[in-house]
């Protein structure tokens, strides 16, 4: 049995090979009177017609497709993301091709590279630095880019960050209304955009409301891990001392300090509360349920797309930043001090 070509759908049809074409592609359907792109979807359907993506893109130039560059899959933050990406890329004609980065700038390069010769038309980045040599280097040669969570100083391109300094901001808060002065802060890795915000914030927050402001009670984690999380507490533990609360510069790190509770014997939050940042699946489950901070996952991932395909379709659009704000989910894991 052969394949069915474009021409036999346009043939079945009773259109031209170029309105089968435009009516089979979602970006340009609209330019195609609706009954008729409705039969040629019914005939294509019929006929078991695959469009080929790679013909297409020959023929205009155009891959349909956007490149997402993750920094570490298995961080629960970003599938939520990618699933807001996901749901305006599609209705648009368009497909996302996901790279881990491992947070290796060598293997970053390489992935992004490996997308550039895939034709993508636009990159989705997540893994934005402190100093990003690659994205100034992808901005020199326009590629459209937009930020997700990250936002890497000095560089005009649009992003979509949360509020991290306001998030922040409510966990001291909401810690301080406790009773709580002498928090620790297990910020993120000090070369992320992420982490240098966060822990900025939270020395900000701990002067402005009288708490004790102790520099050596700021520690910053090696990576965005549960392993690093749990390596922070040990060493705040163990070389300062004398704190009541923490908060986590993420949901995996404050999960680090779970695992520290349970090795000496801590009780959360009656000895120690702590306060997560990103509100990842499953955090009611935890004994206790980990207080955090809610970060909308689905709508970062869904205007970052939107923003994307904007530049793709107006080049000469402005970068634009939009900042989304978060809200404070209390659980178990904060109390008063006892």
Known sequence: ????????????????????SRALNPATRGLVNAETARRVIKVAEGLGYRPNPIARGLKTAKSATIGLVIPDLTNPLFPPIVRGIEDVLEPAGYSGLIVNTDNDPERERAQVELLRSRQVEGLIVATALVEHPLLEELHRQRVPMVMVNRRPAGLDVSSITPDDAGGIEMAVDHL???????????????????????????????????????????????????????????????????????????????????????????????????????????????????????????????????????????????????????????????????
Request: hydrophobic share 45%; glycine share 8%.
């Open 1 to 20: 049995m052969t394949t069915p070509t474009l021409r036999d759908v346009a043939h079945a049809a009773g259109v031209h090979p170029a309105t089968a």
């Open 176 to 338: 301080a209304s406790l009773g709580h002065r002498r928090i620790a802060h297990l910020a993120g890795p000090s070369e992320t955009s992420t982490g240098v915000t966060r822990s900025r914030a939270f020395t900000n927050a701990v002067r402005d409301r009288g708490l004790d402001d102790d520099p050596a009670l700021v520690l910053a984690c090696d990576l965005w891990t549960e392993e690093c999380g749990a390596d922070g507490l040990r060493t705040l533990l163990d070389e300062v001392g004398g704190f009541t609360a923490v908060v986590a510069g993420n949901d995996l790190i404050a999960l680090g300090c779970y695992d520290v509770f349970a090795e000496r014997g801590i009780s959360c939050p009656r000895d120690m509360s702590v306060v997560g940042f990103n509100d990842m699946a499953f955090l009611d489950k935890l004994a206790p349920p980990l207080t955090t901070i809610a970060i909308p996952h689905q709508q970062i991932g869904a205007e970052a797309a939107r923003m994307l395909l904007e530049a793709i379709a107006d080049p000469s659009r402005p970068a634009r930043t939009v900042q989304l704000p978060l809200s404070l989910v209390v659980r178990g894991s904060t109390a008063a001090v006892g």
